[in-house]
């Protein structure tokens, strides 16, 4: 009976997956169904896996990631803004480039020289006083800024771990739990069948049936509540692993 009763809840918990595959071509991975004879935990893939899966997939871990290459790129950059200061110039002169000017130690005579024509190249460096001042401290601060950064990363994924590794006991527990009440309303739904046909035989009266009943009708709604935890710890899982429930079934 329990096994039956066990039987259902997994169908019910593996409806979607049933039903997309009746719509479209068995891919070459079908899913994984677990085994109600044995232990959840003894069914799936160790925890570490299941964390490794979980931080390698989180959409959370991925920004801070890229907050930190966003970092190191800022300052990379500004480990090469003083060549900002640095100039290359290029002209060229021609035609007449003669100057006059006046000799002062002799009055009326008046000296010419001309101004090479041709290329010229150069480089020009202008080093303002605040990028020296300054430099020390703007580098300490994107240090700082990256430190902080892969600190939020470190954060986020402990942060994930314990949520992980929560719902992984709380799936275990909902899974042990369910088995349990499952047996608890087989077996209520069985004393009450045996005590029906005691009532209309006379061997018991209609207090001890009332009282079956009671019993029948709270273990069918321990089990349905149950189950919904179940099912909601189910489902809660793939989205936060990233990956498909079946990819966390150990492969037989």
Known sequence: MRSNIFILVLLTVFCRVANAQATKPLLKNEPIFLDEHVD??????????????????????????????????QLNSNKN??????????????????????????????NSSNVTNGLRVGVQINLP????MTRKARMASFKYTITSTIDKKDEAIQELKQVVIQLYYTLIYNSNLLSIRSEAKASAINQYSIAEKQFKDGAIDIGELSRLKTIEVNARADYEEVRREFATAYYQMEPLVGVPFQQLILKK
């Open 40 to 73: 959840l935990q003894e069914q799936l893939i160790p925890l570490d896996s299941i964390i490794t899966l979980a931080v390698k997939h989180s959409s959370s871990v991925k920004f801070q990631a890229d907050l930190i290459d966003i970092a190191q790129a």
């Open 81 to 110: 803004l003083w060549t900002n200061n640095i100039v290359g110039f290029v002209n060229y002169s021609g035609g007449n480039q003669s100057i006059v000017t006046a000799d002062n130690t002799t009055p009326g005579v008046v």
């Open 129 to 132: 006083l605040s990028e020296l």
